[in-house]
Nanobody, 124 residues
Framework: QVQLVESGGGLVQAGGSLRLSCAAS????????MAWFRQAPGKEREFVAA????????RYADSVKGRFTISRDNAKNTAYLQMNSLNPEDTAVYYC?????????????????WGQGTQVTVSS
């Protein structure tokens, strides 16, 4: 069983930045692909970014490309999402997810474990 705990969410003005963290309680963290998804009120959960087990491969939703950066530190069992140039459309609950396969995907149904989410609110 893998437990994921997100942190770093909050309220920020448009144009600002936030860094989300996802701490995983598992000894074999480096075996898992990691991803971030988000869900705004009344909308489906959507893919944001994903990273392979080694960090050597990343993928992003078009809406965040060039503004968000996903990374991981396998020694700390933690994944990160650096979010820059935030705008009100980025407001959502952000979820961390882990896939029991080292290759990442943007399909939420392929992820095995989920965190509880952290709220990100961007004011205009």
């Amino acid at each position: 069983q893998v437990q994921l705990v997100e942190s770093g969410g909050g309220l920020v003005q448009a144009g600002g930045s936030l860094r989300l963290s996802c701490a995983a309680s598992v000894r074999t963290f480096s075996r898992y692909a990691m991803a971030w998804f988000r869900q705004a009120p009344g909308k489906e959960r959507e893919f944001v970014a994903a990273i392979s087990w080694s960090g050597g491969s990343t993928r992003y939703a078009d809406s965040v490309k060039g503004r968000f950066t996903i990374s991981r530190d396998n020694a700390k069992n933690t994944a990160y999402l650096q979010m820059n140039s935030l705008n009100p459309e980025d407001t959502a609950v952000y979820y961390c997810a882990a896939r029991n396969v080292g290759v990442s995907t943007d399909d939420k149904y392929e992820y095995d474990y989920w965190g509880q989410g952290t709220q990100v609110t961007v004011s205009s």
